[in-house]
């Protein structure tokens, strides 16, 4: 990470760390977190929401 940061600021760029943590799992629509959000690992469908 901080050589990753270091590269950033050299480009002018920022570096936002984010947890790893079920994002493939989350909806960006409302946050649900659900297995059955990712049917495939191309398609992302919120079940709660519809996204």
Known sequence: MTILAAKAE???????AADPRNTSRRCPACGHIAKENRPTQAKL???SCGH
Not at 10 to 16: C, L, N
């Open 45 to 47: 469908h919120g079940i």
């Open 10 to 16: 050299s480009a002018g760029r920022e570096v936002i």
